[in-house]
Antibody, heavy 118, light 111 residues
Framework: EVQLVQSGAEVKKSGESLKISCKGS????????IGWVRQMPGKGLEWMGI????????RYSPSFQGQVTVSADKSIRTAYLQWSSLKASDTAIYYC???????????WGQGTLVSVSS | QSALTQPPSASGSPGQSVTISCTGT?????????VSWYQQHPGKAPKLMIY???KRPSGVPDRFSGSKSGNTASLTVSGLQAEDEADYYC???????????FGGGTKLTVL
């Protein structure tokens, strides 16, 4: 069974750093793209970035380039999304999503709620 | 502002059909047959309903169908049911640099 399991909710302060994770199982981790999607409170989905764990090829949405870092550790089948300095506006639910079909995210993690206070 | 344009809302009565549009450009929707549609119920993760413009993942009812004409893709839900009430998002591959672009979402209400 394909599964993406994300790390738990985080409560942070502005200026702090953060790394959240997404562990994949039930498929060939190195063979498919994993993306990250943001959903701010009451708002729509926004694509942030994507990584191909096989060779760590990484692409970013222009809106998020330089704001976050996407990475993966294929030895533990885990993808990451990290911030070096959080802002209150980073408060959102973050989903990881797996593209087993071409450019379609057919499996999603349960989401990680990140709350940032100023 | 989202890269793909969707109407903010759509509605229909049970049993009716409703179509949601998704308009992009020749650099995304019009340039590739990689349009996907997602359904999201409140408090839940999105669910893939359509990929590669017209294909349905296993388990998605055939009441859901996708199409594309030029730079506009469409999702049609036939035989509306109460459980179809949700937010719907379209995405498209947009080339090796932008990779994926999302629509702003459409709230579907079943009257």
């Amino acid at each position: 069974e394909v599964q993406l399991v994300q790390s738990g909710a985080e409560v942070k302060k502005s200026g702090e750093s953060l790394k959240i994770s997404c562990k994949g199982s039930g498929y060939s981790f190195t063979s498919y793209w994993i993306g990250w999607v943001r959903q701010m409170p009451g708002k729509g989905l926004e694509w942030m970035g994507i990584i191909y764990p096989g060779d760590s090829d990484t692409r970013y949405s222009p809106s998020f380039q330089g704001q976050v870092t996407v990475s993966a550790d294929k030895s533990i089948r885990t993808a990451y999304l990290q911030w070096s300095s959080l802002k209150a506006s980073d408060t959102a639910i973050y989903y990881c999503a797996l593209a087993l079909v071409p450019f379609g995210f057919d499996y999603w993690g349960q989401g990680t709620l990140v709350s940032v206070s100023s | 502002q989202s890269a793909l344009t969707q109407p903010p809302s759509a509605s229909g009565s049970p049993g009716q059909s409703v179509t949601i549009s998704c308009t992009g450009t020749s650099s995304d929707v019009g340039g590739y047959n990689y349009v996907s549609w997602y359904q999201q119920h409140p408090g839940k993760a999105p669910k893939l309903m359509i990929y590669e413009v017209t294909k349905r993942p296993s388990g998605v009812p055939d009441r859901f169908s996708g199409s594309k004409s030029g730079n506009t893709a469409s999702l049609t839900v036939s035989g509306l049911q109460a459980e179809d009430e949700a937010d719907y998002y379209c995405t498209s591959y947009a080339g090796s640099n932008n990779f994926v672009v999302f629509g702003g979402g459409t709230k579907l209400t079943v009257l």
